[in-house]
T-cell receptor
Framework: GQQLNQSPQSMFIQEGEDVSMNCTSSSIFNTWLWYKQDPGEGPVLLIALYKAGELTSNGRLTAQFGITRKDSFLNISASIPSDVGIYFCAGLLTQGGSEKLVFGKGTKLTVNP | DGGITQSPKYLFRKEGQNVTLSCEQNLNHDAMYWYRQDPGQGLRLIYYSQIVNDFQKGDIAEGYSVSREKKESFPLTVTSAQKNPTAFYLC???????????FGPGTRLTVL
């Protein structure tokens, strides 16, 4: 089936460092979404991207919709301890006349104070 | 206060019992979804509903059932046929099927 390859699986960084994670696929996506999930909670939407090449920021977060429509990245600048959590990408895929949201397996971020 | 609520937060059941998880939204969204999350895994779609009185199977529907009698509510029943029901269950909704999905806080089901 369709697969989103999200990397890295986990990251351990020092407070203040910048972070970058990405999702790639062999399929073309119409929308890219980035979510953050805290332990035991539901994912919270961070950024939504709707057009190839689109670059969108939300505070210290920046995400881009790849020009080929097969990838997306999320950057976090000047990380702080509350950035800890699991970050998921999700892509909206059209297949067989229907659309479905496909999720990556997540990037677990640990920030050391 | 608009949002998606799931109850209960934690649920324990004995093996062989059916259990129903609640999901309610007051966002006036047409579409609702149920996902299952296992440790180290992405979210897997169980069932979704694009509109009231309609629902479709997702990727892992076996052992689950749903209903959509009201726009605001999309309960999920985990039946005794589900071989490995212990997991974190997430409900989501969107204005329409292909729109951005927003998630509830989740229910952690443990079958003993």
């Amino acid at each position: 089936g369709q697969q989103l390859n999200q990397s890295p699986q986990s990251m351990f960084i020092q407070e203040g460092e910048d972070v970058s994670m990405n999702c790639t696929s062999s399929s073309i996506f119409n929308t890219w979404l980035w979510y953050k999930q805290d332990p035991g909670e539901g994912p919270v939407l961070l950024i939504a991207l709707y057009k190839a090449g689109e670059l969108t920021s939300n505070g210290r977060l920046t995400a881009q919709f790849g020009i080929t429509r097969k990838d997306s990245f999320l950057n976090i600048s000047a990380s702080i301890p509350s950035d800890v959590g699991i970050y998921f990408c999700a892509g909206l895929l059209t297949q067989g006349g229907s659309e479905k949201l496909v999720f990556g397996k997540g990037t677990k971020l640990t920030v050391n104070p | 206060d608009g949002g998606i609520t799931q109850s209960p937060k934690y649920l324990f059941r004995k093996e062989g019992q059916n259990v129903t998880l609640s999901c309610e939204q007051n966002l006036n969204h047409d579409a609702m979804y149920w996902y299952r999350q296992d440790p180290g895994q992405g979210l897997r779609l169980i069932y979704y509903s694009q509109i009231v009185n309609d629902f479709q199977k997702g990727d892992i529907a076996e052992g689950y059932s749903v209903s959509r009698e009201k726009k605001e509510s999309f309960p999920l029943t985990v039946t005794s046929a589900q071989k490995n029901p212990t997991a974190f269950y997430l409900c989501a909704s969107s204005r329409y099927h292909t729109d951005t999905q927003y998630f509830g806080p989740g229910t952690r089901l443990t079958v003993l």
